[in-house]
């Protein structure tokens, strides 16, 4: 079976890597790079995993260039994984068998972008893994195989995303026996039970400190490494978050959202919500790692801390 592949980040190398170790044939690999924001990297991992395999490799080539070098082999699957542009239909009819992608949800739910970081978000107590056949709208062919993936109420988006790549390994392994043979499983998605998500850009990961302690721990796990990460300002410099915890400080009838209130040294400091208190454990300050204690304590001591996160 002569296989092309659009593939990008950690889950295209992964799923590259996983169809080669089924026996899967690889023709061609088209390749989308990661954007400057996203701290790990995975495109040249992906290149030299094409040279090793002596095929050929193609990167941020656009659709009709794409086309062209399409049309000089047989295709009896297109796989998409990890590669975040749509790809038209006249490409797609290329695929002789069929031409299938993998999110991160249990389609219908969650069509779009960064459905793990949302799903976290939005406080979702599972997402998953869905291979399914594409269409020219996106996320919305019939499903091949899903798997679901719980998310805890402390687990970050790595967590989440280490899972789920587990899971479309797992897919991916379970399948292939079937795609091998030209068998493809076809599951009407139900589109009356369609849900949406948009795509997210760094400056959205902005804290409101007014917000609930839940919304903002929700936001602080959801887009955490290897994403950008929520944040906010101190004096004027950028004070992003990687990891926090809700903490009971008592019934504080007299609130600023923002304000440090406590240092707990070796741990963090603790900073007003709009409803409690949230136990501020990692951060960098603009592009330092440090613990949130040492900033405080740079320029002011426990007994006398006025300082209000915020620009």
Known sequence: MNIVLFSGTKIGYVGLKTLLESNAHVNQVFLDREHAHELQKYDQHIINLCKE????????????????????????????????????????????YAACSTHFSLLPEYRGFAPVNWAIINGESKCGVSLFHME???????????????????????????RCIVELKEILNETWEDFSKGKVTRIPQDHSKATFTCARN???????????????????????????????????????????????????????????????????????TGDGALLIKNVMLDAEELNPDEVVTADTNIKSVRLTLGK
């Open 53 to 96: 395999n002596s095929f050929d490799v193609y990167e941020g080539v656009n659709i009709d260039e794409m086309d062209k070098i399409t049309d000089k082999c047989d295709i009896d699957y297109i796989f998409c994984i990890g590669f975040r542009r749509l790809i038209p239909p006249e490409i797609l009819a290329k695929a002789k």
């Open 202 to 272: 760094p400056e959205d990961g902005e804290i409101n400190w007014s917000d609930s302690t839940k919304t903002i721990y929700n936001l602080v796990r959801g887009v955490s490494k290897p994403f950008p990460g929520a944040f906010t300002y101190l004096k004027g410099q950028k004070l992003t978050i990687w990891t926090a915890e809700p903490i009971d400080v008592g019934n504080y009838v007299g609130r600023i959202p923002g304000k440090v209130i406590q240092l707990h040294k070796g741990r963090g400091v603790v900073v007003l």
């Open 136 to 162: 020219s709208d996106a996320d919305s062919g019939d499903i091949v195989a899903q798997r679901t993936v719980k998310i805890g109420e402390h687990d970050y988006a790595s967590d989440v995303m280490d």
